[in-house]
C-alpha cells in the first residue's frame, strides 16, 4: 500500500492538449488549442480568456510533437529572459508567471512554470519555489533570485541571471560544435572505409583470383585487410558497443575515472584550448555575475567551483576559495593556482584596486569567449581541407588497390 501511495506521488501528471472551436470575445467564430490537466481545467481557462466554446475535445498529438520534450537549459534560460522582461516591464511576478506558462510550448516546461506559480500564490518567494526543482535551477540560480529579492531588486537580478544563462548555453554549443564536426566526419570516414572492406573488395578478391597472377603488395596488403575485417568486424562492434558502454558508465558513477578524463580532454591538441578557454570564460562570467549581486567572495567561489565544468578548474577555484578564506587578495590566490592564465590575474588586480571588479571580471569573461568563438571557427576552417585529404586518402587508397592489378594485367595483354 505504501509503495502504491510512493508511486503515486511521484507520477507527474501529464498535461494534454485540447482543440476547441466557438466564438472569441469580439464575437467572431474562432478556434485553436489550450493546454490543461483535464477537460474541466480547459474550459475554465477558455472562459477566462473571454471565448464562448461550442466544442472542446482532446487532441491527439503527433509523435513529432515537442509537448512531451525534456526541459533543456537552453528553456530555463528563454524562461528566465521572459520573466526578466515581464517584470521590467511593470507586470507583476504571477501575472508574468502566467503569460509565460500560458506561451511555453513544451508540456513539462508549463507544468513546472504552473507549478511555480501556484507556490508563489500560496506565499512563497519565488527563490522558494524554485528551490523545490533542483534539477533545472541550481544552488547558483536560487541564490541569485534570492538576493534580488532581499535587495529589492530582482527584475535587475533578472536579467543579470538571464544574460549568464545564454551566454553559459552559447558557449556550450560552441565547444559542442567544435568537438561534433571532426567527429562526425571522421565515422563516416570510417564507416565507409568499413563498407569497401567488407562489402567491395570481396567483390573484386574474386575476379583477381580468375587472373592467375601475383598481386600487387599494396593490394595483397588491401585484400589482407579486407579478410581481417570480414572475420572480426562483428568483435570489433562489440568491443566499441562494450567499450562505449563502460566509458559512459565511468562517467556517470566513478569520480575517478571523470576526473582523469577531465584533465587528460584539456591536453587534447587545439580542442584542448578552446575547453581551456571556455573554462576561464566560464569561471570569470560566472564570478562576475555572484559578485555582482552582492554574494560574499567565498560564497560566490564556492558558486564558481560548481560551475566549473571541470576538475582542474574546480580545484584551482577552491583552493582560491580557501585562500580568500585565509586572508589572501583574490589576485594572489589566482596567481598560486598556475591554472588561470596571466591576463586574468593582470585584470583582477585592477579590478581590486579600481574597486570594480566584476566590471573587469565581465572583460575577461567577453575576452575569452570571443576567443572560443574564433577558436571554433578556425578549427572548422583548418578541419575541412585536412579531413577531406585524411577521407581522399582512405577511400583513393582502396580504390587505387583494386585497380592495380587490372592496370597490371593491361600492360601485360598490350606487352
Request: proline share 3%; charged share 20%.
Amino acid at each position: 500500500m505504501a509503495k502504491t501511495l510512493a508511486r503515486k506521488k511521484i507520477k507527474e501528471p501529464k498535461i494534454l492538449t485540447f482543440a476547441w472551436t466557438g466564438k472569441d470575445k469580439a464575437g467572431n467564430k474562432s478556434k485553436g488549442t489550450v493546454d490543461a490537466l483535464t477537460l474541466s481545467e480547459a474550459k475554465i481557462q477558455l472562459r477566462k480568456q473571454g471565448i464562448n466554446y461550442d466544442k472542446v475535445k482532446k487532441q491527439s498529438v503527433s509523435i513529432f510533437s515537442n509537448k512531451d520534450k525534456p526541459i533543456k537549459p537552453i528553456d530555463i534560460a528563454f524562461f528566465t529572459r521572459q520573466m526578466a522582461t515581464m517584470m521590467r516591464s511593470g507586470v507583476p511576478l504571477l501575472q508574468g508567471l502566467d503569460i509565460v506558462g500560458q506561451g511555453a510550448e513544451k508540456a513539462k516546461l508549463k507544468k513546472l512554470i504552473y507549478d511555480i506559480r501556484a507556490d508563489v500564490n500560496g506565499g512563497s518567494d519565488l527563490s522558494t519555489a524554485l528551490s523545490r526543482f533542483p534539477q533545472y535551477f541550481d544552488d547558483l540560480y536560487v541564490s541569485l533570485v534570492a538576493a534580488g529579492e532581499q535587495s529589492g531588486s530582482l527584475e535587475a537580478m533578472l536579467d543579470r541571471l538571464a544574460l549568464y544563462k545564454e551566454k553559459s548555453e552559447a558557449l556550450k554549443a560552441k565547444i559542442k560544435k567544435a568537438l561534433t564536426y571532426p567527429t562526425a566526419v571522421i565515422v563516416v570516414g570510417l564507416l565507409v572505409t568499413a563498407i569497401l572492406l567488407v562489402k567491395v573488395v570481396p567483390v573484386f578478391e574474386d575476379v583477381f583470383g580468375s587472373f592467375g597472377a601475383d598481386l600487387p603488395a599494396f593490394t595483397k596488403f588491401v585484400v589482407n585487410l579486407s579478410e581481417i575485417a570480414q572475420s572480426y568486424w562483428l568483435y570489433v562492434l562489440g568491443l566499441l558497443f562494450v567499450g562505449g558502454y563502460f566509458f559512459r558508465r565511468g562517467m556517470i558513477h566513478s569520480k575517478k575515472f571523470r576526473d582523469s578524463v577531465e584533465r587528460a580532454s584539456l591536453k587534447i591538441p587545439v580542442i584542448g584550448g578552446i575547453l581551456y578557454n571556455a573554462a576561464v570564460a566560464r569561471f570569470a562570467r560566472t564570478l562576475a555575475t555572484t559578485f555582482s549581486a552582492g554574494v560574499p567572495l567565498v560564497q560566490a567561489l564556492e558558486s564558481c567551483a560548481g560551475a566549473a565544468g571541470n576538475v582542474v578548474f574546480h580545484d584551482a577555484i577552491m583552493q582560491i576559495r580557501n585562500g580568500i578564506a585565509a586572508g589572501q587578495s583574490l589576485k594572489n590566490a589566482i596567481n598560486m593556482t598556475g591554472v588561470f592564465p596571466v591576463m586574468t590575474v593582470q585584470m583582477v588586480a585592477i579590478g581590486e584596486e579600481a574597486g570594480s571588479l566584476d566590471s573587469m571580471l565581465d572583460k575577461v569573461a567577453e575576452f575569452f569567449e570571443a576567443s572560443v568563438d574564433n577558436a571554433v571557427d578556425n578549427l572548422s576552417s583548418l578541419l575541412e581541407p585536412l579531413i577531406m585529404v585524411v577521407l581522399g586518402t582512405l577511400v583513393g587508397g582502396l580504390v587505387i588497390a583494386m585497380y592495380l592489378p587490372i592496370f597490371q594485367l593491361g600492360q601485360v595483354v598490350g606487352g
